[in-house]
Every structure is written in structure tokens, then in C-alpha cells.
């Protein structure tokens, strides 16, 4: 049986709490990298729920990432008539804006080159896939907001192209593209 003494005591002791410190400090670097993704998201997506933008970076979602999966249902819906109006392209570039997305950033750069050239349809399905897998690991009010903040742009974007006196600026090909984004948003 070994002696034990007050050295050896401290030794262990002073083990055991470097050991709790290393962990403890890995957490709070892991809380700190996640507080700065989140805010980023809020930044660059307009993602108001500070909740949801944590729970995203939680789930290391990149801000880049994110950028384009809120741009590419706009385009999307804009494409639906297989052009895109000037005011369609106006709204797209204004809720980019609005979400804090600056001139100079890729994902402007990103969005300029979808409303002059139209996407591969792999995109869109792609954007779904990535959509609904994004849904599934979030609380269900952070998915309602998330569905509600896009829906909300993408009906922007549908009734930017105008119609007459504001009746069937909606096109059915738009409401059907629309359906789709719903149903990748919902789980």
C-alpha cells in the first residue's frame, strides 16, 4: 500500500482542477464561438430572433452558408416566369440589403450573378434538401420563424412584378414555385 502524503494530495488535487479548468475554458471558448457566429448570422442574413441565429451556429451553420440559403428562394421565385423584372431584381437586392448583406460582400456578388443568369435547377433542389434538413434540427419556433421571415420575402419578390391595379401580379408558375419553399421549410 503506497503512503500517502500531503504532497501527494496536492498533486492530485491540482490534477484534478487543471483538468476542470481545461474543460471549463474549452466551454466558455465554444459559448464565445458561438455567441460571435450568431451575431454574424443577425449581421449578414437579417435573421432578427437572436434565439434561432444561437441555435443555427449551434448547429455550425456558416454564415456564408446561410447568406446564400435565404437568397436563393428569392431567385428562385423570380425565375419561376423563366425571366426576372427589373422590380423583381429590385426586391431581391433591397431584402438582401435589408438583411444586412453589404454591396461589396460575395453573397451580393453571389445574388448579382442569379438575377443576370439564371440558376441550375440543382440549386433550387439542393436549397430544399438543405432547407428541410435545417428545419428538422430546429425547435419548432425557430423553424416557424425562419419559414415565416422567407415566406414572407419570397411573396415580396412574386408581387414585385406588378399585374394590373395589383391583380395576378402572382403568377400561377410564382405561387407553385412559392408551394415548393413552403413545403422544404416544413416539417
Not at 56 to 85: C, G, N, Q, S, Y
Not at 116 to 125: A, C, G, I, V, W
Request: aromatic share 6%; hydrophobic share 45%; net charge negative.
Amino acid at each position: 500500500m503506497s503512503q500517502s502524503t500531503p504532497q501527494k494530495w496536492f498533486q492530485l488535487e491540482e490534477q484534478f482542477f487543471k483538468g476542470v479548468d481545461r474543460h471549463l475554458m474549452q466551454k466558455l471558448k465554444n459559448e464565445m464561438e458561438t455567441a460571435k457566429t450568431a451575431e454574424e448570422i443577425i449581421r449578414v442574413t437579417g435573421i432578427n430572433n437572436p434565439h434561432l441565429a444561437e441555435e443555427m451556429a449551434k448547429l455550425h451553420v456558416t454564415v456564408e452558408t446561410l447568406a446564400a440559403f435565404r437568397l436563393a428562394p428569392l431567385v428562385a421565385v423570380a425565375w419561376a416566369d423563366d425571366r426576372i423584372e427589373e422590380n423583381e431584381r429590385y426586391t431581391i437586392t433591397k431584402a438582401a440589403e435589408e438583411s444586412g448583406i453589404a454591396a461589396d460582400e460575395p453573397a451580393m456578388a453571389l445574388l448579382e450573378t442569379w438575377t443576370k443568369q439564371r440558376p441550375s435547377d440543382e440549386l433550387f433542389d439542393a436549397w430544399c434538401e438543405y432547407a428541410a434538413a435545417l428545419s428538422s434540427s430546429l425547435a419548432e419556433a425557430h423553424r416557424a420563424t425562419l419559414r415565416a421571415e422567407i415566406v414572407e420575402q419570397v411573396h415580396a419578390v412574386a408581387e414585385a412584378s406588378g399585374g394590373f391595379l395589383g391583380f395576378g401580379s402572382v403568377s400561377p408558375s410564382e405561387k407553385a414555385m412559392i408551394k415548393r419553399i413552403e413545403a422544404a421549410l416544413t416539417v
